[in-house]
């Protein structure tokens, strides 16, 4: 039962909601009139999927325990590692510059770099997991959906970014209004 309980929670929370959070951040801030909505979106989502990954990090770190002689060191090593990053980006929020400080970039790229590891390894390490614990073929077919309409999404939203970018950036250099 606890094998279970730390595959679903950690599917859930590195391989759905902190892809979704990213999401927030990268694209709902793009909207007129979503300042600081998504920021708070962003924030709220990346918090409970730490804590949803704390505990599955927790189990998993019981099973390896009443495990003795099995040990599955890449999904292990890459556990460890999604925790470590989490908890950074955890601590980076309180000890992030303002916007007009001159280290905000520093520590912008330093966000992104870290939250877009924490993405791909913990995709893969929901694949690792599926490896090791051989459930159903719905549970990995179910998640290879989620996470491609979650991808879609992405995509999407990136195309209407950029498309808004760049209307934007004619109008802007035609002398017209920004709106």
């Not at 606890?2 to 599917?11: E, F, M, R």
């Not at 520093?106 to 966000?111: A, L, V």
Request: with cysteine; hydrophobic share 45%; charged share 15%.
């Amino acid at each position: 039962m606890i094998l279970q309980i730390h595959g679903i929670l950690n599917v859930v929370s590195w391989g759905i909601m902190f892809p979704i959070g990213v999401i927030m951040a990268r694209y709902v801030k793009k909207f007129p009139g979503c300042d600081p909505v998504w920021f708070y979106l962003h924030v709220s989502c990346q918090i409970v999927a730490y804590i949803l990954g704390v505990a599955g990090w927790g189990t998993g770190m019981k099973l390896g325990s009443k495990s003795k002689g099995v040990t599955y060191l890449t999904h292990r090593n890459l556990g460890i590692t999604l925790f470590t990053f989490a908890t950074l980006q955890m601590f980076a929020l309180f000890v992030r510059p303002k916007k007009d400080n001159k280290y905000r970039i520093c520590w912008d790229i330093y966000h992104r770099c870290i939250g877009y590891s924490i993405i791909v390894m913990g995709i893969i390490n929901v694949f690792k997991g599926f490896e090791i614990l051989k459930p159903g073929y719905h549970w990995r077919t179910s998640y290879i959906a989620v996470i491609s309409s979650i991808g879609g999404v992405a995509i999407l939203l990136e195309i209407c970014t950029r498309i808004l970018y760049f209307r934007n950036k004619n109008k802007t250099s035609d002398g017209s209004s920004n709106c």
